[in-house]
């Protein structure tokens, strides 16, 4: 039998279902993730010479960040929508919905013709695809991290909710190999077709992620609330008017980590080349190596969260962050290659601490009814007010200010703000939130002896 409802509940966990949705939450979210920060890399290298060739070289690399953006835009979006149905209908049949929309959205922007062929038009068009970009990944988060989260047991979320999170960076390396493997074949005509191979390859990605995604089963806490007719009717009307407090630090916990993470595997190739004149390839290999160092971080970040807690282990992140950002451009500017390379590969450290521990910090903080549109709309509206400016800010403080500084310190104001958030948010990580509906929530604030008197009355 489970404990009680604030001790970690001691429940049989099926190991090959458990593996069967590990597998499918980390490959899809990878393939997701390798769709949209492709764009990403892309934005800085090529969209502002393909649809913006008319502007001078700054002012297009902000409109082609400003097509990025759009992306952002769309994630609470589609969180919204996606986690009404993740609530209502589960969490694998509206990971299948996500996962299509986004690879057929990837592929289109392969075959987008550009200035040369359709003028303006081609980065109209671009914008619509990065919404409907932006909205698909809006909604897998939230999903892919349940479906990992509420199949494993409770002692052990903090790891099992960590490998989604993995495939963040794990997306982002296959894009940066797939630009590098491409940019080195075509060469010259990279920026006529060689970039765009790498988006075609998405409709191929989309077979193998739909294949893996259709062998799982619904996860058990889904299950059990569709079986004593527990869900919510309105989960996203209710999440706001229940939670408004969770959602928004879920939102504010995440400055530290994200806005950081754009600047080194976006804005850097702008920052790398441009200002710095370094080759492409010289700034991709550094940026593939962060994410390679990702494979052991957000794990063992997301494994020490369930010994220590969520809380040491995030502000540990948050704090290095703060103080890295300095370091950072400070190795950059060096002039020393060694030193740069080693500045770019090693970006990450701070970021993946933060990362691995925080799908289920986020996810903790909303009970099972309501748990995907909660955590997918909180998690996904910082990629309005950090991800997606992020390059955007900093490439106008270098326009502005011709220095690296108030890139770092805009990156130190994103921690102060994590960090006040961080100290609000309650510490969940030993608390049983495996079937938790507002009912359980609401006795979790009831004083033990009173809920002793009650029963006893």
Known sequence: MAQSVGSLAVQPVDRRMLMRALVASTVGTTIEWYDFLLYSTAAGLVFGKVFFPEADPLTGVLLAFGTYFVGFLARPVGAAIFGHYGDRIGRKATLISTFTIMGLGTFLIGVLPGYAVIGIWGGILLSVLRFIQG?????????????????????????????????????????????????????DAFLVWGWRIPFLLSVVLIFVGLYIRLRVVETPAFRQLAERQKLERQPVVSVIK??????????????????????????????????????????????????????????????????????????????GTAIWGFVYFGLLNSNVAVLAFGAIALSLIFHDIQYGPQAALIAEGFPTNVRYSGSSIGYQLASIIAGGPAPLIAAALLAAYSSSTPIAIFILGCAVVSFVALVLIPERAHLDVSVESEEAIAARAVPAGAQVSAAGN
């Open 135 to 187: 909205a698909g990944v809006g909604g897998e988060w939230g999903g892919s991290v349940l479906l990992a989260m509420e199949s494993g047991s409770q002692k052990h979320r903090g790891f099992t909710a960590s490998w989604p999170q993995f495939g963040g960076p794990a997306g982002l390396l296959l894009a940066n190999l797939a630009l590098l493997i491409f940019s080195a074949w075509s060469g």
């Open 242 to 319: 229940r939670h408004p407090r969770e959602i928004l630090l879920s939102a504010l916990v995440r400055q530290a980590e994200q806005a950081p993470f754009y600047i080194y595997t976006s804005f850097i190739f702008v920052y790398g080349t441009a200002v710095l004149g370094m080759d492409r390839n010289a700034v991709l290999i550094p940026v593939m190596l962060a994410a390679v160092t990702s494979i052991v971080t957000i794990p063992l970040a997301g494994h020490l969260s369930d010994r220590f807690g969520r809380k040491p282990v995030v502000g540990v992140g948050i704090v």
